[in-house]
Structures are given as C-alpha cells and as structure tokens.
C-alpha cells in the first residue's frame, strides 16, 4: 500500500489520481462521496473526510477503521493535521486525534509513504 | 533561474532566502517586499526585517500586489520576492477575482518578473497542516495559497522547505 500524506491543498489527490488511472484502480474520495464500507475501491482519497463525518454524525470511528483495513486499499491519502493548536472544541480534537492515530496505522502497515509538500512527493519511507 | 523556499512561521525561511541571494553573483539585487505595513504590530514586523537586511545592500521596492505591472529599474539583476503568502492575501482580498484568475494573474507576475533577471528566489508559507477549519474566506485562502505553491513548484528550477533553519532539497 502507498500512503500520501501531506497539508491541505498540495496536490495528493491529484498525485494519487495520475496513479490510479495508470493502474486502472477504483476510487472514492472523501470529499465526494460518504463512506461505503461494501465499496471495494483500490484507492481511498481523503480519509479524514470520513473521520471528520463519524466525529460529528456520532458514528462508530472502530468500524470505520475495521472496514478501512478489511480489504487493505493500494492507494490512500490522507491529510496531515496535527502542526497547529489544540483546538477548543471537543469535537475538533477528537477528529485531530483520530486522523492523526489513523495515520499512524496506516504509515506501519503502508510499504511506501509519500509526504507531498508544494505537489512534490519525497519518500519518508521505506 | 526560479527557487521556491517554504517553510512554517519563524522557521528561518527568510534568513536562508537572504543568504541564497547574497550568494548569487550580481551588481544588483532587489528585494520585493509584498507585505503591507497594517498597525504597530506590522510596522515592527517591517523595521526588524529592515534591519535583518541593513548591511546586505538590496535595492527594496515594495509591491503589495499586481506583480504584472512592476517594472524594475535594471535588467538582468537578481531578485527575491517575499513573501507569497502575503501577496496572495493582497490579491485576493483587495484585487479580487475567482481562483483562476487570481491564480493566473500571479502566474503572469512571476514570468514578468522572470523575464526582466536572470534569478529568481521567492519565499512562500506553510499554512496547510493545523487540522482547523475556517470561516469561507480563510478556507479559500488556504485553498489558493495552496494551488500556488503546487504551481510555482512545478515552474521552479530548485525547491526548498526550511525546517528550523535547515534546508530540506524537495526539488
């Protein structure tokens, strides 16, 4: 699996179409569509879009994950958040928490994680 | 020549700018200050990065928007432009426009500048990364901003993220 993370607005989804039209992958994007857990989509684009919707919809961020991970995706991408201020609402720290727990696992079980800074991808690993 | 150099708030992307210039071979070197003076506050901003500059000899115009239309004293000199960050606030909330055409007319000023030196620096921000949503305007801020780093990037010969002081090669 690659994983592209990296601040809002630089070009991962972008990056991450390019690829998946070259291999021909399924794509739901979190910004478009709400989560699916029957889709069997290769590319998952947007991720925390869906956390921010489980935070704030009161729904089940576990089954969320489990599904994430059940039919493990090629290609996700998913915000970095974590650079700024605790933020004051409760809400708001739990969607930061998440994604940033989220990214975790997903960065152990990735093969190749891409952190996209100005739309320019460097490998953080392997 | 074009070198783009991000960085977070603070994080010495300026100083590193300054140098990058200093070290380019030129009998004139400006400086293109896009950052207006608002209050005390921004009056202190302008005087401490006065004062970084003093001894450096830049030839400073300011040009607060509108890149497409400044017109350099001097052919063929160097010249650093800060900060981006600034500039696309001054052109979206004075100029105004939709993000294409905002997003164009700084593309239009930056090859216009490109044209009248043989080197280009120019200085932007790393905004993107807080996890916190805004109100409307500041979330197209953070949109635009974005869209031209992603663009500068790609013109770019050599792009750079300084990490407290340290230069990180992305490009």
Same mark, same amino acid.
């Given at each position: 699996?690659?994983?592209?993370?990296?601040g809002? %607005? #630089?070009?991962?989804?972008?990056? /991450?179409?390019r690829l998946?039209?070259?291999k021909?992958?399924r794509?739901?994007?979190?910004?478009?569509? /709400?989560?699916q857990?029957?889709?069997?989509a290769? *590319?998952?684009?947007?991720v925390?879009?869906?956390?921010? #919707?489980?935070?704030?919809?009161?729904?089940?961020?576990?089954?969320?994950?489990?599904?994430?991970?059940?039919?493990?995706?090629e290609l996700? $991408?998913?915000?970095? *958040?974590?650079?700024?201020?605790?933020?004051?609402?409760?809400?708001?720290?739990e969607y930061r928490e !998440?994604?940033?727990?989220l990214?975790?696992?997903?960065a152990?079980?990735?093969?190749?994680v891409?952190r996209? *800074? %100005?739309?320019?991808p460097?490998?953080?690993?392997p | 020549m074009?070198?783009? @150099? $991000?960085?977070?708030?603070?994080s010495?992307?300026?100083?590193?700018a300054?140098?990058?210039?200093?070290?380019?071979?030129?009998?004139?070197?400006?400086?293109v /200050?896009?950052?207006?003076?608002?209050g005390?506050?921004?009056?202190?901003? *302008? /005087?401490?990065?006065?004062a970084?500059? !003093?001894?450096k000899?830049?030839?400073? @115009?300011?040009c607060?928007s509108?890149?497409e239309?400044?017109?350099l004293?001097?052919?063929?000199g160097?010249l650093?432009?800060? %900060?981006?960050?600034?500039l696309?606030?001054?052109e979206?909330?004075?100029?105004?426009?939709?993000?294409?055409?905002?997003c164009?007319?700084?593309?239009?000023?930056?090859?216009?500048?490109?044209k009248q030196t043989?080197?280009?620096?120019i200085?932007?921000?790393?905004?993107?990364?807080?996890? %916190?949503?805004?109100d409307a305007?500041?979330?197209?801020y953070?949109?635009?901003?974005?869209? @031209?780093?992603?663009?500068?990037?790609?013109?770019a010969?050599?792009v $750079?993220?300084?990490?407290?002081?340290?230069?990180?090669?992305?490009k």
């Amino acid at each position: 699996m690659i994983l592209i993370i990296g601040g809002r %607005c #630089q070009g991962k989804a972008a990056y /991450a179409r390019r690829l998946a039209e070259e291999k021909g992958y399924r794509i739901l994007d979190g910004q478009q569509e /709400a989560w699916q857990p029957d889709t069997k989509a290769q *590319v998952l684009l947007n991720v925390q879009e869906w956390i921010r #919707q489980a935070v704030y919809d009161g729904g089940d961020l576990q089954k969320l994950e489990e599904s994430l991970f059940f039919d493990m995706p090629e290609l996700v $991408t998913l915000d970095e *958040v974590g650079y700024g201020i605790v933020p004051l609402e409760k809400k708001e720290r739990e969607y930061r928490e !998440a994604v940033g727990h989220l990214g975790q696992r997903l960065a152990a079980e990735a093969d190749t994680v891409l952190r996209m *800074v %100005c739309g320019i991808p460097t490998s953080i690993k392997p | 020549m074009m070198h783009l @150099i $991000t960085g977070g708030s603070a994080s010495g992307k300026s100083a590193y700018a300054e140098q990058q210039l200093l070290e380019l071979p030129s009998p004139v070197r400006y400086y293109v /200050a896009t950052m207006q003076p608002w209050g005390e506050e921004g009056r202190q901003r *302008v /005087a401490r990065h006065r004062a970084m500059r !003093a001894d450096k000899q830049f030839h400073t @115009i300011e040009c607060y928007s509108q890149l497409e239309q400044l017109v350099l004293p001097e052919d063929n000199g160097v010249l650093l432009l800060e %900060c981006m960050s600034n500039l696309a606030a001054n052109e979206q909330f004075e100029v105004g426009g939709s993000d294409a055409q905002i997003c164009d007319r700084i593309g239009q000023g930056i090859r216009h500048l490109q044209k009248q030196t043989k080197h280009i620096i120019i200085v932007t921000n790393e905004v993107f990364s807080d996890g %916190c949503r805004y109100d409307a305007d500041t979330e197209r801020y953070i949109r635009l901003l974005g869209q @031209i780093n992603v663009r500068l990037a790609e013109l770019a010969d050599q792009v $750079t993220e300084v990490v407290y002081g340290l230069p990180i090669q992305l490009k």
